[in-house]
């Protein structure tokens, strides 16, 4: 121990700091993600419009399933803050409930396809050979599907609830998924951890669920960002078209869409322009995330 507090003053007489312990990876892409302003204006934006969207019914009552005709498109006002639409629903109460809709079927939707493309895309990427050129064909073939047609005739084909919108999405988006963790598979399949799993007799599923997957978390987590974004565009473009969620639940594409059958005849504003923005915005901001994490997953970006 004498010896230990010798070295150290002796150092501190040098001018050497003392050895500084190691960051870790979590603290490293921190201070890379913290280095976007982007991202962390999308964050906030993010947080704020969770909390609008959960919280701000609680605060803001309003009825969203009976109409009220008596307030047909009533003007912004102290009784109804963004005024109401066609059916006399406070608006601002609308974009709430939409709001929900549209980040529950986006969050789940990504969830969906981020783990069914994960194991999908690692199973083919660790298994090689006849094995791998077969699945990837399957995903070659759902890629070249037109994603938005095949929305719009499983959606006229099923009733659109946000359960069945969900699993439409997520259907469609899992095979870009498992092109991008197959790649990273092929990559980590030949490290000396799992080959070491191989050695001592593992099974091959233990390898994919225990080694491969998690150090492909990076690349994962960033997929599943953009595909949060992805979905809600997806659902907004669903609901726009009329195939959205069915009354009285909206989403914020619905909206839109009922909005425009009155922009043409007056100055109808708030019926087009709080949903459009809040889908703009929202998808925005999960993008800025996601690259954002991309960079601080990326270690030749960190800060050494």
């Known amino acids: 121990m004498a010896d230990v507090t010798v070295s150290a003053a002796r150092a501190a ?36 419009i969770f909390l609008f969207c959960f919280a701000g019914p609680l605060i803001y009552r309003t009825n969203q399933v009976n ?4 307030a047909y498109l009533c003007r912004p006002s102290g ?24 980040l529950e079927v986006g969050l789940a939707a990504a969830f969906v396809s981020v783990i069914v493309g994960t194991l999908y895309g690692a199973i083919s990427g660790f298994a090689g050979g006849v094995v791998d050129a077969v699945m990837m064909r399957v995903v070659d073939a759902g890629l070249s599907i037109p994603g938005l047609m ?20 997520a259907f ?4 870009g998924v498992a092109r991008l963790v197959r790649g990273e598979t ?18 091959p599923m233990r390898s994919v669920v225990r080694h491969v997957v998690p150090n492909a978390i990076g690349t994962i987590i960033v997929q599943a960002t953009f595909a949060v974004a992805d979905s809600i565009l997806i659902l907004s473009g669903v609901g726009f078209l009329g195939l959205g969620v069915a009354p009285p639940a909206t989403d914020w594409g619905s909206m839109l869409s009922g909005g425009l059958t009155y922009i ?16 703009i915005l929202t998808c925005i901001a999960f993008n800025f995330i996601g690259d954002a994490l991309r960079d601080a997953f990326e270690t030749r970006l960190q800060r050494r």
Request: positive net charge; hydrophobic residues 50%.
């Open 13 to 48: 007489e040098l001018g050497l700091a003392p050895a500084s312990k190691p960051r870790g990876m979590v603290r490293r892409a921190w201070e890379v993600f913290a280095e976007n302003k982007l991202a962390l204006a999308g964050l906030g934006f993010v947080v704020f």
């Open 150 to 169: 095949v929305v719009i005739i499983l959606s006229v084909i099923f009733h659109p609830t946000p359960l069945v919108i969900i699993f439409i999405i």
């Open 79 to 102: 009784a109804h803050l963004l005024g109401c639409d066609d059916l006399g629903y406070d608006e601002l109460g609308r974009l709430m409930i939409g709001g929900q809709t549209s």
């Open 186 to 203: 092929l990559s980590l399949r030949t490290r000396e951890y799992v080959q070491a799993v191989k050695v001592v007799g593992g099974r």
């Open 172 to 175: 469609l988006y899992w095979f």
């Open 264 to 279: 043409q005849g007056g100055n109808y504003w708030w019926l087009i322009y709080p949903p459009g923005v809040a889908i």
């Open 67 to 70: 109409t009220n005709l008596q």
